[in-house]
């Protein structure tokens, strides 16, 4: 037996007014330090890989239409205004001028790279660019907020992450009562704490501030000062610093730039000034600002699938290593939190669950380079990439953190599976890379789409295994993922070290896969390979196949690990093990380099038979195990088995069903022994569970032609088969299972939406039993 694991129109109308529009002489002078040049350069020239895209997926947004949409009026800013602000909305995108080949094709938005400036980039809806509060959802990019100047130096103002339904929509901004963009401190999204007179508060402050919103802001210059002018300039007098101790309290922190309760105006002071209040998740982070890109991941997870009344931001800042792409996990580096949200606060009326999303950023008297590069666009693609390594020396055991060792020279396996979870649009175009971890050497792999309509493995290109130089394995994925073909199957099959003269430890082996609407990554776990001084190969097939009443010798080589001197093999002992018989002992001839055969007796075998052997020397000294199945005959094995399996998905889960298999599941076995030859394949399935532990309201089944119905909770055969010839033949069990037959999945209602996941166990039995 064998098993596998498996527009509403707006009329405006003006009577009785004259409109003068006075414009001033003055020149608009716009400040960009040679500095910033330089700096600019420098970080396009080191951008991390990002996504590239054209203006469609984001709009840069209009403020000149989203002061005269607030006002009702138009708005003409003079060019001598003392905020030194303008209708210009600076923000561009351009491209990386990175060298590294693997850039190519990187977009970048710039927000600043000068004094008073405002940009703002947004989410294009009508290209399916959103956040969607009913679903959890997933925006990724990296940061970078200009040089570093040294502890006397300073650089402003900033960047925020911004979820908004505010009326102007794509073009909005933070604006003043006179419809001017707001810069400095409000960061292009908090209100504008212009007006230090008796008529201020935080009612007025709100009421400029980018409505209906939610913002994250990278605050990089710290506003703590009592004004002596108009400009606001206070907004961070109460987090502290002291003098040039600014740049120690640069930080993160997150509000509703709308609210009232967001701003304090202090009343006991003239001229008035307001504060922010930044919540109790304020994180100072005095390195914002250092000449490097910083990754963040913000998620949102709704409350539940039927309740979005509130939710869940997180945000994960400086979480990935900018050189090489690898996720960080140390908390000391890692900066994170989360926010709860009310959801009440974003003005969502009727059926909309939509909300614009992007970014804000501004400068006042200072300056600094302000650059986006996104890795993913929450409603475009949500996809995850789960890493396994299998121990194929020992039946597929999978190496986890608490079974964490092999032998030298064992056949590994590492695989990846891409589940593709959402949104809008298909990933392609799925460039792959893996580092090759110390002590493992790759020598073939393949690629499988297990829900589409040819589920069989796409061999990966053999020549990318030959080069002996490579630190890592690159290759396009065939095929992308979609809502009908949601999972791709990476394999990679190798050896461990074969020869380990101490304890070896693999390191964790970092994979990316960047396509075109999604850059997502993953790491293996490290495991160790025990020493071992003695190694045994064998160039023997997996399956030996043999005639009725021929005998077998399987041919091996055993060698010493880090010996310089010539051992004597004759003092070696075999120890094999045939199919469920004890252990015995050979002694047999060695040659001068460790050659031997293993020889089975054809009077010792079954049809099937599984034998293991492993060599010891006079000093104890074991190898490794080598096992080997033999079929007399003919064989009987698994030919392909589909390593991911799924059902059809379901939106909600409000009444009890049956839910039929999603594509055409692949359990192929291959019989090459004589007509009449019989056999059975069992199937045993776990609990269904999900990400978050919970256990599915359901169950898997299997359902026969009949229409009965068997629980699979243990072992049940779930297809038979008598051989009527003697040629090899392939059979795949799920050939006659129908949308109403075979293996299928119970729900009940009331299950909580998210991913739930069983393993199922085939067994191949050389008989067919009575049910």
Not at 22 to 39: E, G, L, P, W
Not at 80 to 107: H, L, V
Not at 336 to 346: E, G, R
Not at 583 to 598: C, H, R, Y
Request: no cysteine.
């Amino acid at each position: 037996m064998t098993k596998h694991n498996g527009l509403k129109q707006l009329l405006l109308i003006f009577t009785g007014a004259i409109f003068l529009f006075i414009i001033y002489s003055f020149t608009h002078v716009q400040i960009v330090r040679a500095d910033d040049n330089k700096d600019y350069e420098n970080a396009l020239a080191s951008a991390p890989k990002g996504l590239n895209w054209d203006n469609n997926a984001f709009v840069i947004a209009n403020f000149q239409a989203a002061a005269e949409k607030r006002l009702r009026r138009p708005v003409i800013v003079p060019s001598n205004n003392i905020f030194n602000s303008s209708m210009t909305n600076n923000a561009q995108i351009t491209q990386s001028t990175n060298p590294d080949p693997n850039t190519k094709g990187t977009s970048v938005i710039k927000m600043t790279n000068g004094t008073y400036q405002t940009g703002a980039v947004w989410s294009s809806r009508k290209n399916d660019n959103y956040f969607d509060i009913r679903h959890p959802q997933k925006a990724s990019m990296w940061l970078y907020f200009g040089p570093s100047t040294g502890d006397t130096g300073f650089v402003g103002d900033g960047m925020a992450f911004v979820l908004q339904n505010d009326n102007n929509a794509e073009n909005s901004i933070a604006l003043s009562a006179d419809g001017i963009p707001v810069n400095g401190q409000a960061l292009g999204v908090w209100g504008a704490d212009w007006d230090h007179g008796d008529n201020s508060s935080p009612e007025k402050t709100a009421q400029t501030a980018i409505q209906n919103s939610w913002a994250l802001e990278f605050d990089t210059f710290v506003n703590r000062y009592k004004p002596s002018t108009s400009e606001g300039v206070s907004f961070d007098f109460n987090i502290g610093g002291i003098g040039n101790a600014e740049n120690n309290y640069r930080h993160i922190a997150g509000n509703y730039p709308a609210l009232a309760s967001t701003y304090d105006n202090d009343k006991s002071n003239f001229p008035r000034y307001t504060t922010m209040n930044h919540g109790n998740n304020y994180k100072i982070h005095p390195h914002l600002v250092d000449d490097q890109w910083h990754h963040v991941t913000i998620t949102w997870t709704p409350k539940s699938d039927t309740d979005h009344s509130q939710g869940t931001i997180t945000y994960a800042y400086n979480d990935k290593d900018t050189q090489s792409g690898i996720p960080i996990t140390d908390p000391k580096q890692v900066v994170q939190t989360s926010f709860n949200i009310d959801t009440k606060n974003f003005g969502l009326t009727g059926d909309n669950t939509k909300l614009y999303w992007g970014f804000t950023g501004s400068t006042g008297k200072y300056s600094e380079n302000n650059l986006l590069v996104f890795e993913s666009i929450p409603s475009f693609v949500d996809a995850e990439a789960v890493p396994a390594i299998y121990d194929d020396s020992q039946g597929g055991t999978e190496i986890t953190e608490s079974n964490n060792t092999v032998d030298p020279n064992s056949d590994i396996r590492y695989t990846y599976t891409l589940n593709y979870k959402g949104w809008t649009k298909n990933w392609d175009k799925i460039n792959t890379k893996v580092d090759i971890p110390d002590h493992v050497k790759f020598t073939s792999g393949t690629i499988t789409y297990p829900n589409s309509a040819d589920n069989k493995p796409h061999q990966i290109d053999p020549s990318i295994f030959n080069d002996s130089n490579a630190t890592k394995l690159k290759f396009l994925l065939p095929d992308k993922l979609t809502p009908k073909s949601r999972t791709a199957i990476i394999e990679l099959h190798g050896k461990t070290e074969k020869n380990a003269t101490e304890s070896l430890t693999v390191p964790s082996s970092h994979a990316s896969f960047e396509g075109d609407n999604l850059i997502t990554d993953a790491n293996t776990i490290p495991f160790k390979i025990r020493y071992r001084k003695l190694s045994l190969d064998s160039d023997s097939p997996n399956i030996i196949k043999v005639k009725p009443n021929e005998d077998v010798f399987i041919p091996a080589q055993v060698t010493y690990a880090g010996s310089n001197n010539n051992p004597y093999y004759q003092n070696l002992t075999v120890y094999q093990k045939l199919n469920n018989g004890p252990v015995e002992t050979q002694d047999l001839s060695f040659d001068s380099d460790g050659n031997f055969e293993l020889p089975i007796y054809s009077y010792s075998l079954d049809k099937i038979n599984t034998v293991s052997f492993y060599v010891k020397d006079q000093d104890g000294n074991t190898s490794n195990t080598i096992t080997r199945q033999i079929t007399v005959g003919g064989n009987l094995a698994f030919d392909y088995v589909q390593n991911i399996v799924s059902f059809k998905p379901i939106n909600g889960s409000f009444t009890d069903g049956i839910l039929p298999r999603l594509g055409k599941w692949q359990i192929n076995v291959v019989d090459s022994r004589e007509k009449g030859s019989q056999w059975s394949v069992q199937a045993k399935a776990s609990d269904l569970v999900s990400e978050d532990k919970n256990k599915l309201l359901g169950n898997l089944f299997y359902r026969d032609t009949d229409g009965k119905d068997y629980d699979i909770d243990k072992d049940f055969p779930v297809a038979t088969y008598v051989k009527d010839t003697d040629d090899t033949q392939i059979k795949n069990i799920a050939d006659t299972w129908t949308d109403n037959s075979g293996i299928l999945l119970a729900v009940k209602k009331g299950n909580k939406a998210g991913i739930y996941t069983s393993k199922i166990s085939w067994s191949l039995i050389d008989s067919t039993p009575n049910k």
